[in-house]
């Protein structure tokens, strides 16, 4: 079956513009995570969706992230007036159920470059 | 509050060589689960390995192996007769009671052929 897909894959956002990622999770899977990694860091946590609710954004680096899951299937991660710092790869990851025993798989990324 | 530390930043060896990567890792959790992670240059993260706080028992899968200890909050990784193919960034990753993954800084690895 089809894994967790992200678009784009490469973004590149002169700053101060607004940028939207999206993601798609493996059908049926309950929790979806947002996760940003910075170049040479480890992924860092963003923020978590059960179905539609954002249970969790306590890692979202600044009032300028948003992330939605309207229908809790598809999510979207925005960042407005996007700064040099935001340059990273963000990653999406899904997984089938609520909880520590459920597995995460992510998707390829998307790389945002702000020049 | 979690954090997972990989004190080595970079290992270099030679093909056929056996290589260990090292995780140490704080929780305060009684349930959790550890995993590796391997991160090739496409950078996609790819799953390897997954144990539970209970299960201590080491195993070997493959070319692969792991050695975890809760009295030492260590959870390392062994790949055996290493192959050029193996040549990644490798991140040790720590999934507690709030089910979001707190990964280490990672391991660049280079095998030589």
């Known amino acids: 079956g089809a894994g967790v897909s992200q678009s784009p894959r490469y973004k590149v956002a002169k700053r101060g513009q607004d940028v939207a990622l999206r993601c798609d999770p493996i059908s049926g899977h309950v929790s979806l995570f947002w996760y940003q990694q910075a170049l040479g860091q480890g992924p860092e946590f963003l923020t978590y969706f059960q179905n539609e609710a954002q249970l969790d954004k306590s890692g979202l680096p600044s009032d300028r992230f948003f992330a939605e899951r309207p229908e809790g299937s598809v999510s979207t991660l925005k960042i407005q007036r996007t700064q040099q710092e935001d340059s990273a790869v963000y990653l999406c990851?899904?997984?089938?159920?609520?909880?520590?025993?459920?597995?995460?798989?992510f998707g390829p990324g998307t790389r945002l470059t702000v020049t | 509050a979690q954090k997972v530390t990989q004190a080595q930043t970079e290992i270099s060896v030679v093909e056929k060589e056996d290589v260990t990567l090292d995780c140490v890792y704080e929780t305060r959790d009684t349930t959790y689960y550890l995993f590796w992670y391997k991160q090739p240059p496409s950078g996609e993260l790819v799953f390897l390995i997954r144990?539970?706080?209970?299960?201590?028992q080491n195993e070997i899968s493959g070319r692969y192996s792991w050695n975890f200890q809760k009295s030492t909050s260590s959870f390392n990784f062994t790949i055996t007769a290493s192959q050029v193919v193996d040549s990644a960034v490798y991140f040790c990753?720590?999934?507690?009671?709030?089910?979001?993954?707190?990964f280490g800084k990672g391991i660049t690895l280079s095998v030589r052929p």
């Open positions: 144990r539970n706080s209970f299960d201590e």
């Open positions: 990851a899904s997984s089938l159920g609520v909880g520590t025993i459920y597995e995460q798989y």
């Open positions: 990753a720590l999934n507690g009671a709030n089910s979001k993954l707190t």
